[in-house]
């Protein structure tokens, strides 16, 4: 199923129309020759070769495609119509964890990130291909990622979601009583994560992340991931769950370069993703919000999700410690509810600031991607973010 869908020109075509992801891979190896000039490298789940091509392009010594997929077939033609690189790519055509490589690789390449970062279980091939085939000391592009996550308030979509199960109070539909499945049905409707571009107006608190150092992750670290969360609320509102995106770091030599999903950022294929509580949570100004994200995968390439977020008491009585609000669901990576396809009413006015909150966590480390907005403007508009 998985590497039949990859095997398909449209959704390689897809992936490369998201002019964000494909634009800043092209400026972080070309920023970064140094790291690719007289190298040997390996691109991990090579598509349609773009990638090869571009650290071709970067002055390459040798770089071996692999693709799992029928696609590796497409890539060969793609790399053999451009004449001035193919004699220095070879397309593999096999899964990394099992295809053998000729040399050790001076730097790895890959764009092995789905959804929430995590979702079609890739990075665990990018991993295992970091331990068969990555010379000591060698690199990876991109390489580390960070999950970035910060509760939201968005009475609409939450309004939305409920509403879907509404069908289910019918007492006489045909004569019918649906009503024994309307409980069944709405957590079913918020078992699904929201896919879609967000206003970063709507975060509720400032993010935290939980980052993945791809050098030095090991396969089995991946099977589960356990991130602990504490915000304090900016503002007075009710909490509808956790909103969620990532960015990975090329850590070139010469230029170091992030790639964001962020809310506000120009848009990519990958949208963002937010966990709906079907209880949502009342919270105060600078009250502290708590809880945990555990994403645990399963055997469809994708990640159960089970998410907790607490309010305590705030003001006389607070020492004491007593939880007044929990509310937690259990979410379903693998089924999102890709909601980009209804018109989002969020424009940017040309002279907004980004989001205060998202502000203060990214300007300390994300200063490089000032151009990027300038560069890259066009949003992809596409459906599904990867295999769905
Ligand atoms: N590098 C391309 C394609 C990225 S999509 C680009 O950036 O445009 C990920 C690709 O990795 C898919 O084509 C998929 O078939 C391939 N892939 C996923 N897991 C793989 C594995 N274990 N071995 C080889 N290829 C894999």
Redesign the pocket.
């Known amino acids: 199923m998985?590497?039949h869908?990859?095997?398909q020109l449209l959704h390689?075509q897809n992936?490369?129309q998201d002019y964000v992801?494909?634009g800043t891979?092209y400026a972080a190896v070309i920023e970064n020759r140094a790291d690719f000039t007289g190298r040997v490298v390996v691109?991990?789940?090579?598509?349609?070769?773009?990638?090869s091509l571009f650290a071709a392009q970067a002055g390459a010594k040798h770089v071996y495609a692999?693709?799992?997929?029928e696609?590796a077939e497409y890539a060969r033609k793609l790399i053999a119509g451009n004449p001035s690189l193919s004699q220095r790519i070879t397309v593999i055509k096999?899964?990394?964890?099992e295809v053998e490589l000729p040399e050790k690789a001076d730097i790895l390449?890959?764009?092995?990130m789905g959804t929430l970062l995590v979702n079609?279980r890739?990075l665990e091939?990018y991993v295992?291909?970091r331990d068969r085939f990555l010379a000591p000391d060698g690199k990876m592009f991109p390489t580390v990622g960070r999950i970035h996550m910060a509760p939201f308030s968005d009475e609409y979509l939450f309004v939305e979601i409920a509403n879907k199960a509404l069908f289910w109070q019918q007492q006489s539909y045909y004569d019918v009583n649906l009503t024994p499945l309307y409980g069944t049905a709405f957590q079913g409707y918020f078992s699904q994560p929201v896919v879609d571009a967000f206003d970063p107006r709507l975060l509720v608190a400032p993010p935290i992340f939980h980052v993945i150092d791809f050098t030095k992750v090991k396969e089995e670290d991946l099977y589960e991931i356990d991130v602990p969360l504490r915000f304090t609320a900016a503002v007075g509102t009710r909490v509808h769950g956790l909103a969620c995106w990532f960015d990975v770091l090329f850590d070139g030599s010469t230029v170091p370069r992030w790639l964001t999903t962020a809310p506000g950022s120009p848009t990519t294929h990958w949208y963002q993703l937010r966990c709906v509580l079907s209880q949502p949570l009342y919270v105060m100004a600078g009250q502290e919000i708590t809880g945990r994200l555990h994403l645990v995968a399963h055997k469809s390439q994708s990640y159960t999700i089970y998410l907790t977020l607490q309010t305590k008491m705030w003001g006389p009585g607070a020492e004491q410690g007593g939880i007044l609000q929990t509310s937690s669901g259990k979410l379903d990576l693998k089924e999102p509810y890709y909601r980009m396809s209804q018109p989002q009413s969020y424009t940017v006015a040309q002279d907004q600031q980004p989001h205060q909150l998202l502000q203060s966590q990214e300007l300390n480390v994300q200063t490089q991607d000032i151009e990027e907005a300038d560069l890259l403007e066009q949003p992809a508009q596409n459906s599904g973010a990867?295999f769905g």
Request: charge should be negative; glycine fraction near 12%.
């Open positions: 998985y590497f869908y990859y095997g390689q992936m490369l992801r494909t891979y691109d991990v789940g090579a598509g349609s070769g773009i990638l692999v693709e799992a997929s696609m096999g899964k990394v964890e390449i890959s764009e092995p079609e890739m091939s295992i291909a990867h």
